[in-house]
């Protein structure tokens, strides 16, 4: 398009030239399929509805826990109470080779089109922030979680979990189960 002889074509091939990704970019998404994948894979696993999923959560959860790990140790400051996406109102994008584009809306962020993005550590930075969101939104295991899994054949090892959360879930199991068993030794009397 580039080569064209009308001068509009030529122009729109240098644009989308300008607007290609770079190869650190195409290296970076690559990489981020690979963090990503297992969500994908863990969203089908729970979507079953012919089957329980419960007992699978904790499991599926400390693996994607596990394979999020960043090699940092830096603690990233993120604020869940107002997640600022691209799709936000107050992110735009800006191409600074469209005269004719309309800014009549405030952005708080442009995005440059134009501009490759800086690559470097990304996939290290996306990791982090999903540990750190994950460990936001699943602190603990819920008991009933995890006494689901104990309950589950498939899964009823805990091999997800350390000694600590193995032995609280047993005994909790215990606990749960004495009670019942009192609560209908009561009524059968």
């Not at 600022?84 to 469209?98: A, H, R, W």
């Not at 006494?147 to 997800?160: E, G, M, Q, V, Y």
């Not at 609280?168 to 189960?177: N, P, S």
């Amino acid at each position: 398009m580039s080569r064209d002889s009308d001068s509009m074509t030529r122009k729109d091939g240098q644009r989308l030239s300008k607007i290609n990704l770079s190869n650190d970019e195409w290296i970076a998404i690559k990489q981020l399929i690979d963090v990503l994948e297992p969500f994908a894979s863990a969203t089908k696993l729970l979507e079953g509805s012919k089957y329980a999923t419960i007992s699978f959560m904790n499991n599926v959860i400390t693996a994607i826990k596990n394979g999020v790990q960043s090699t940092q140790n830096v603690e990233p400051n993120i604020d869940f109470t107002y997640p600022i996406t691209v799709f936000d109102d107050d992110i735009g994008i800006k191409d600074p080779d469209n005269d004719d584009e309309v800014d009549d809306h405030p952005k708080w962020q442009k995005i440059l089109i134009n501009t490759p993005q800086d690559c470097k550590d990304l996939t290290e930075k996306v990791k982090l922030a999903l540990h750190t969101a994950i460990n936001y939104y699943w602190i603990v295991p819920q008991n009933e979680g995890m006494i689901a899994t104990l309950l589950d054949p498939r899964c009823k090892s805990l091999n997800f979990a350390n000694e600590s959360q193995k032995n609280k879930t047993k005994a909790l199991f215990r606990e749960i189960y004495n009670e019942k068993r009192q609560e209908l030794s009561t009524i059968q009397q």
